[in-house]
C-alpha cells in the first residue's frame, strides 16, 4: 500500500515559480508521475520520474520550464515549475504504480496509488 500526499500549490502571477512536493509512505521505491487535470479538460501527464532518479520524462508544454525530482531519503517527489503561464492552472497530482517504469507514466496508463491533489492557478 501507497499513501501520497501533496503540497505547495497556491496562486501565483505568470512567470513565477512554485514547487510542489509529494510525501510517500509505505512502499515508495517506484518510478513517479505528476499529473494535472483542468477544469473541463482530461488529465494528463506532465513527467515522471524512475526510482534512482536516472531517468525523467516531460511533456512537451512544460520543457525547459519544470523539473521533476527526488529525495528518496525522505521519501518525497518534487516538481519545480518555473516560467508559470495561465495554461498551466490545474489541479496536480502526484501518482505512482509499482509496475510501472517512469516512460510508462508517461504513456496513457492510469498508475494504481493517487495524491489528493494540490491546486495550482496561475494569474495573468
Known amino acids: 500500500q501507497v499513501q501520497l500526499v501533496e503540497s505547495g500549490g497556491g496562486l501565483v502571477q505568470a512567470g513565477g515559480s512554485l514547487r510542489l512536493s509529494c510525501a510517500a509512505s509505505g512502499r515508495s521505491s517506484f518510478a513517479m508521475g505528476w499529473f494535472r487535470q483542468a477544469p473541463g479538460k482530461e488529465r494528463e501527464f506532465v513527467a515522471s520520474?524512475?526510482?534512482?532518479?536516472?531517468?525523467?520524462y516531460y511533456t512537451d508544454s512544460v520543457k525547459g520550464r519544470f523539473t521533476i525530482s527526488r529525495d528518496n531519503a525522505k521519501n518525497t517527489v518534487y516538481l519545480q515549475m518555473n516560467s508559470l503561464r495561465p495554461e498551466d492552472t490545474a489541479g496536480y497530482y502526484c501518482a505512482t504504480d509499482p509496475w510501472a517504469s517512469a516512460r510508462a507514466l508517461s504513456t496513457n496508463m492510469t498508475p494504481q496509488y493517487w495524491g489528493q491533489g494540490t491546486q495550482v492557478t496561475v494569474s495573468s
Open positions: 520520474i524512475s526510482w534512482n532518479g536516472g531517468s525523467t
